[in-house]
């Protein structure tokens, strides 16, 4: 039943774009579009493609909202029905390229100017034998949400200037931190909250892949690379490296000694645990920040964000983000009006008035909707676009106290490090696999890495040779 309701689906799809085509106008499917339910967004939306309809007349704006997951994508691109364009992972763009899915889009980016304006190594993620298959909306990197309150209630941090909100960092001497700044550290914190308030110092992620894309954060703490170039010039799994056992041991020590939630942890479940004061730290992109708000119902000016702690290896955060991707089965007019309409979504390099526009009315949706409003992490570099977000930050960001967060900026353009390379979140899945069973107390951590070695070994010989 379940298979006929999706053949169904695709061939309701197929109908209403054959449909669309009768129109006469070069049809554009925007995958990004709103839930029907985000009737604020949607709103949003449908001001944006009013205005490009009318500065571009030959085209049709088609909303369709399609989340990305592996299995949904090859059910689309198997059928040729992807959107023109989608948000996908930084993990996917080799293996989306690799079937021949995607459209390269060099010469339309850069007859529009944008190439050279793009963060460089944004660009070398989705360029592939000198060809650029994707643009980025935004990039972020794994930091550590705090929960100020629990930090307090352990008498780990104070209101040192007395505007009503804890201090992670002494406003009045930023060299003196009131956080983790190494990998025992991080241990010693969560000791320190779990002894004096009986709360939970740290969550780890352990399923649905989350606990192998944490890990490899912690893995190159440690030293480990997870993938390595052999002497043969093929990529081999580095899954048991002493380094890597060494990280994965850090994360027993936790359940050991009963300082994190015991469990299937998904990824909803830190910021709903964090935002109700059952954890003191949990481990997340800078983008979901606003989760422990729209989830935990936390107050913003509770919250702080720091960057990961360094380990013996080194200290560095897991840079990934979401590109745009363009589907290789449309034409090349339709990829060229799903590359425009994004200036019309404030997610290009243009300065313009209809892109000005757009950037404002998506932070006034934001913060009508009670977001979090912080930095991005840019996927431009031209400078009147920097100078613009510049002042767009100075307007609509809504922290109280922007030092509680200010050192994850600081920190991140020299410690940020791209996600291991081939097969990513099968590797993920794999060490997924390891990080669920920490919390049996007879686990042998370097048997289980040593037979996810062994298997991912086999994966990577089977799928490159």
């Known amino acids: 039943m379940k298979k006929l309701t999706v053949l169904l689906a695709i061939a309701l799809l197929i109908f209403t774009v054959s449909a669309c085509k009768r129109s006469g106008k070069i049809e554009v499917v925007i995958g990004m579009w709103p839930e029907s339910a985000n009737t604020d967004d949607i709103a949003m939306f449908n001001t944006w493609k009013e205005r490009f309809e ?47 899915h995607a459209k390269d889009i060099t010469e339309i980016v850069k007859d529009l ?63 003196e931190k009131f956080y983790p700044q190494t990998m025992e550290e991080l241990y010693q914190y969560s000791f320190m909250i779990k002894e004096s308030t009986g709360v939970d110092g740290l969550i780890i992620l352990n399923v649905d892949k989350n606990g192998g894309w944490q890990f490899s954060n912690y893995a190159w703490a440690f030293g480990a690379s997870l993938q390595v170039i052999g002497d043969d010039g093929k990529v081999h799994a580095n899954l048991n490296s002493d380094e890597s056992v060494a990280a994965m041991s850090f994360l027993k020590s936790f359940y050991d000694d009963e300082l994190v939630p015991i469990g299937n942890m998904n990824y909803s479940e830190w910021a709903t645990r964090l935002g109700n004061g059952q954890i003191g730290m949990a481990i997340a992109g800078n983008d979901v920040i606003s989760n422990v708000i729209t989830q935990g119902g936390m107050n913003r000016n509770k919250i702080a964000f720091i960057p990961m702690p360094a380990g013996p290896g080194g200290q ?46 998506g932070l ?70 390891v990080v669920v069973n920490l919390k049996n107390p007879g686990f042998d951590v370097r048997s289980s890495l040593n037979s996810k070695q062994l298997d991912f070994e086999t994966y990577l010989r089977g799928q490159l040779g």
Do not use: C
């Open 364 to 433: 006034q949706t934001a913060t009508r909707k009670n977001m979090l409003i912080l930095p991005e992490v840019r996927a431009w570099v031209n400078p009147e676009y920097t100078e613009l977000i510049d002042s767009l930050n100075a307007q609509y960001v809504n922290v109280q106290a922007f030092h509680n967060f200010e050192d994850f900026y600081l920190k991140l353009p020299t410690t940020r490090r791209r996600e291991e390379i081939y097969f990513t979140q099968h590797m993920y899945e794999l060490l997924d696999q």
């Open 113 to 175: 100017g944008w190439y050279d304006k793009m963060d460089p190594e944004l660009r070398e993620y989705l360029t592939f034998d000198e060809k650029l298959y994707g643009i980025p909306r935004d990039g972020y990197g794994l930091g550590i949400i705090i929960n100020l309150d629990v930090f307090s209630d352990a008498g780990l941090v104070f209101d040192i200037d007395g505007d009503g909100v804890y201090d992670i960092v002494n406003p009045y001497d930023k060299t």
């Open 54 to 100: 009318t500065d571009y007349p030959e085209y049709e704006i088609i909303g369709e909202p399609f989340t990305y997951s592996v299995e949904a994508f090859y059910a689309r691109a198997n059928s040729q029905t992807l959107p023109t364009v989608f948000q996908t992972w930084f993990t996917e763009p080799q293996m989306i390229v690799g079937g021949g």
């Open 316 to 361: 560095y955060t897991l840079f990934g983000g979401t590109p745009y991707m363009f589907s290789a089965y449309d034409s090349d007019e339709a990829v060229e009006g799903a590359i425009k309409f994004l200036e019309y979504m404030g997610r290009s390099p243009e300065v313009s008035e209809v892109a000005q526009s757009a950037m404002r009315e």
